[in-house]
């Protein structure tokens, strides 16, 4: 396959990639970290537009792969930046900006400006480094619920880093000088690689937007409204797993059920929007008490229950 194709593919696997992030993230504007998974899409775009360009009017400035490589590092500095939006609640934009001005940068030395196969020995390890700081932060929120849907782009960004080494490997080995916009087998294998990465990466943001949707429905069919408490669906969810638990630990589970006395006269003196303040304030108060291992319940108008596991029966 020759080079304008690969680039024009690629092309259209970011436009991919950019269309479909924005859709999720125009449904899920709570989702922060999809924005900057967008920006995955833009830059590597704008990174193989100017290779296209290049390509087409045979342009040599040393500002295109300048460019170029930029937007390129910054398309994965963006993946671990939402990464850590994601599993951390923290934007790590600063590192994208830094990164790409360093490239820019690194092209006025003369080594790399004028070697593509010393750019691509300094870059990949940059790259790497990226990808494996993404990799370890989802390794780190297995515990979390939607640490499930992590684990195709786990498997995704641990098989792109295994090919950057292995590829980087065969180029400290191999004599041969690569060039700029060149058909060497090296560089049209790297073209399907990046195809390919973008392509399954826009299918692993959809899983996990997919399944934390999946998550908050489940939550939101099993939490009573008024309290923020488990109704009695939460209940019947938990319980039977929680005992099972328990007694294979050969430890003990229990219920503590509690109801609001008069409760009646509170919304006969005073209407029911202050009876569901005297419920919310109830739930709050008993929720100070509870541990980690204890689930509240609303199982009707104004009776709860606790659910006591991993303690002892006294």
């Not at 995955?40 to 296209?52: E, H």
């Not at 191999?174 to 399954?200: K, M, R, W, Y």
């Not at 059920?257 to 006269?265: E, M, Q, T």
Request: charged share 15%.
């Amino acid at each position: 396959m020759d080079l304008p194709t690969l680039l024009i593919c690629t092309v259209l696997a970011c436009c991919l990639m950019i269309m479909s992030t924005s859709a999720m993230y125009k449904l899920n504007k709570d989702e922060q970290y999809l924005r900057d998974w967008i920006f995955v899409g833009v830059f590597f775009l704008f990174s193989n537009l100017l290779a296209i360009c290049a390509n087409s009017f045979q342009l040599s400035s040393p500002i295109f792969p300048a460019l170029g490589n930029a937007f390129y590092l910054a398309g994965h500095a963006s993946l671990y930046s939402g990464v850590s939006l994601l599993v951390n609640k923290k934007s790590k934009w600063p590192i994208v900006l830094l990164i790409s001005v360093i490239t820019i940068i690194a092209h006025s030395i003369p080594a790399l400006s004028e070697s593509v196969t010393t750019r691509i020995l300094v870059f990949y390890p940059i790259i790497a480094a990226l990808d494996i700081a993404a990799l370890v932060l989802l390794l780190n929120s297995r515990a979390s619920e939607e640490s499930k849907s992590y684990w195709p782009l786990i498997l995704l960004l641990f098989l792109f880093v295994m090919q950057l080494l292995v590829r980087g490997f065969f180029l400290l080995t191999d004599d041969a000088e690569l060039t700029l916009l060149g058909n060497q087998f090296e560089q049209t294998f790297g073209h399907l690689i990046v195809i390919g990465f973008i392509f399954l990466l826009t299918i692993c943001f959809s899983i996990v937007v997919s399944w934390k949707k999946e998550i908050k429905l489940r939550k939101a069919s099993m939490t009573d409204y008024l309290t923020g408490w488990f109704n009695r669906e939460g209940l019947d969810n938990f319980a039977s797993r929680i005992f099972k638990r328990d007694v294979q630990g050969n430890l003990a589970s229990g219920f503590i059920l509690v109801d609001i006395d008069h409760f009646k006269s509170f919304n006969d003196n005073f209407g029911h929007a202050a009876g569901d303040t005297v419920i919310q304030a109830v739930t709050e108060q008993m929720s100070t008490q509870l541990r980690i291992d204890d689930y509240g319940f609303r199982i009707g108008g104004e009776e709860f229950a606790v659910l006591v596991s991993n303690t002892t029966k006294q």
